[in-house]
């Protein structure tokens, strides 16, 4: 296939194009750079710079699909700047979504996430489970989410939603490189690489197992493949959700218990109070794109953690 990948120099965007050339197929990237790196977009993939608001300068009938990745994606950012989500993530894929009708290009995989369901009554969550996203970057995704079911209904576009959880680990020499840096894997491993005294933990008064918060931890080896599959499986006329995570969830300090068995450093933490915004627990039910799809995790926490620091080492 013939593909475009939006954001393809970002951390997820680029492994899944790497995994896309492996398989054999011919990627084109897409990305602004603004939150991406030029060096990250494998070797064999055409690159252009740009948004995806200029997607109608490269996309034409030759391409078989488009993979989306390209969004802002910080949660505490778009309470500060909900403006920027609703262009980026909202505008800029009903425009994405414009130029793929216009040239009959009818299948799309979009990146979503667990933020559209907000604060979860239950889990495992299923992706019928109601949506009530608790910050402009749930409720951008969410937007995004309705527009392709419409699109696929009204306009017989093949769409797949995938629905991260937490994602982490590295593939090659691609792994996480974000400025500022607030997810809980690599900040941890900031302490063994000696760049930090401690971690902090955010909140150790959840309704939870030891008092902080659970997630589910997904290595992006296996996110990559689950899109590989959603590529091939995506029907004319659907729109299909699927939550991507490995349906077992960590707490905060179980993940640093684990950031402590892969690197042999005692990493120091210190207790703080909550982050504003965090859902006491987020675990992801993966029963349908197992069902559908026959996909399933195969690389566990420790694993994550351990490829996530053998790329921080690499970086240094
Ligand atoms: N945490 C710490 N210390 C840190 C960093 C994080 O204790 O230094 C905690 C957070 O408070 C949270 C947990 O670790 O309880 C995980 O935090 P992350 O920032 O790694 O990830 P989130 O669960 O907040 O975010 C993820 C995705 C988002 C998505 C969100 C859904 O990265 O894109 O899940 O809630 F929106």
New binding site residues.
Partial sequence: MKPLVTGGAGYIGAVVACQLLEAGHEVIVLDDLSTGHRDNVPDGARFVEGRVQRAGEVLDRSFDGVLHFAAK???AESVKRPEVYWDNNVVGTLDLLTVMRAVGVRRLVFSS???T?GQPERTPIREDDPNAPI?P??QS?LAVDMAITGEAHAHGLAGVSLR?????GAYGRHGERHNPE????P??LLVPAGRREA?????TD?PTRDG????DYVHVTDLARAHLLALEAAEPGRHIIYNLGSGAGFT?RE?VGSCRRVTGHPVPAVD?P??P???PS?VASHHRIREDLGWRPELDLDRIVADAWRFLQAAR
């Fill in positions: 994606s910080l949660v996430t667990a933020a369901y910050n970057y749930g995704k991260y959880f937490n994602v982490g607030t997810h809980l894997i900040n941890v971690v902090e933990i955010f909140g959840y902080t918060c659970v997630r905060v993940v703080q909550r982050r915004g965090d859902p987020l």
